[in-house]
């Protein structure tokens, strides 16, 4: 991969890397943000579509290093390394004049502490998550971390409490999250029928997740069909995973589903309730005001060493940034189609439960702070420049 010269059109160079792809999506943004401000900028990095199509040049895709849980990372690991150690042998290429980092902070506090090594500044987007687990990572984030700016308004004391001021900018899916469509021309849209009850599964953006709870997600929507005449399902697929994989899983069910790419707020803003598994989807939804079941599946192992090391009362973005469970969360075996589908009909067929939901959802949006996250972080970075 050749990059622009310095002296050339480009002024300056930046290495940016996200993870997964929320990371890639809020990346995106703060890169069209930090061209505004000067469109001479150049960046290479790790991204996904969203990351590229912004005009990052990718060294590699998030689809190769998106994984979750301790023992699940174990396949991928020595992949993972290598694109750590590309990573580190670009900045002796390129020399880069800043490294941004978007969460993902196993990887990237490494590649923090590599920059930091070489003398190139570092900013971190979006916090890992030291309010759940590991809080000690504060003092490694102190030592390879130049300014970090965090998206949620209680970490600001957590960081504050270990000596490291922290920039609050505001959660960046305030601007994102919006329809296209109204409810009634979405549906139209996707092939789907007016007046019947409609439900979204959202089984995350990463292979491993889809392939534990996809499954049990379309054995819960047969047992939903069972019980509610001309239910209908459709499926906002990730930009990170391949259609085909979706639709081979499907296949083994009686369930019917509409695959849909491209629309993924509209598809769940047109949705009666959504399954969701937790992880940036569960606070999209809720910004959409669309009631849902948050569940979660990881290795036995993992969710055994995690009970004693995350130290947080819900697993569910919704529910954590709320301070209380609005929204039910099914962990482990409790995510069965069985318990998935018992709560799923129990929202759909009790008017003051989903409305107390949807009232309690809106209340979120409130206490993200205000739009322009983006923006906001692209002066903090720029500004390192």
């Excluded at 929320?22 to 969203?50: P, Q, R, T, W």
């Excluded at 590649?111 to 190139?120: D, E, M, T, V, Y």
């Excluded at 970090?148 to 409490?161: G, S």
């Excluded at 599964?201 to 491993?208: A, I, K, Q, V």
């Amino acid at each position: 991969m050749q990059l622009e010269e310095k002296n050339q059109n480009k002024s300056k160079t930046i290495m940016i890397i996200a993870g997964e792809a929320s990371g890639d999506m809020h990346g995106a943004s703060l890169v069209h943000e930090m061209l505004k401000i000067d469109s001479s900028l150049n960046f290479y990095g790790i991204g996904g579509n969203k990351l590229q199509e912004a005009g990052v040049k990718l060294l590699a895709h998030v689809s190769e290093m998106a994984v979750v849980g301790l023992t699940e990372v174990i396949p991928k690991l020595g992949n993972i390394l290598r694109i750590m150690n590309r990573m580190k042998k670009s900045m002796d290429e390129f020399n880069p004049d800043l490294v941004i980092l978007i969460d993902y902070p196993d990887f990237n506090l490494r590649i923090a502490k590599a920059a930091r090594k070489r003398g190139i500044k570092v900013f971190y987007y979006i916090s890992p998550q030291v309010w759940a687990w590991r809080k000690g990572r504060i003092n490694q984030i102190k030592k390879s971390v130049n300014k970090m700016a965090v998206i949620l308004p209680f970490e600001v004391e957590t960081y504050r409490q270990k000596g490291f001021p922290v920039n609050y900018v505001g959660h960046p899916l305030l601007d994102l999250v919006k329809t296209k469509y109204s409810s009634q021309e979405a549906r139209a849209k996707f092939g789907l029928k007016e007046g019947r009850t409609t439900v979204a599964l959202l089984p995350g953006s990463r292979f491993s997740e889809v392939i534990n709870l996809l499954p049990e997600m379309l054995r819960a929507g047969e047992i939903l069909a069972q019980h509610i005449q001309d239910i209908q399902f459709l499926l906002p697929l990730a930009d990170t995973l391949e259609e085909k994989i979706i639709t081979d899983i499907i296949s083994r069910y009686t369930l019917k589903v509409n695959v849909i790419s491209g629309h993924t707020y509209d598809a769940i803003s047109c949705s009666d309730l959504a399954i969701v598994a937790s992880g940036t989807a569960t606070l999209e939804t809720a910004l959409l005001g669309v009631p849902m079941v948050i569940i979660y599946k990881i290795s036995s192992l993992t969710y055994f060493i995690g009970k004693f090391i995350v130290h947080v009362k819900n697993i569910g973005l919704a529910n954590i940034i709320a301070g209380k469970t609005i929204v039910p969360e099914l962990i482990q075996e409790d995510a069965s189609g069985n318990r998935i589908a018992a709560e799923a009909l129990d929202i759909l067929t009790d008017a003051e439960r989903k409305q107390e939901m949807i009232k309690e959802l809106a209340a979120i949006r409130s206490k993200l702070g205000n739009p322009g996250a983006a923006r906001k972080t692209a002066h903090l970075a720029y500004d390192m420049l």
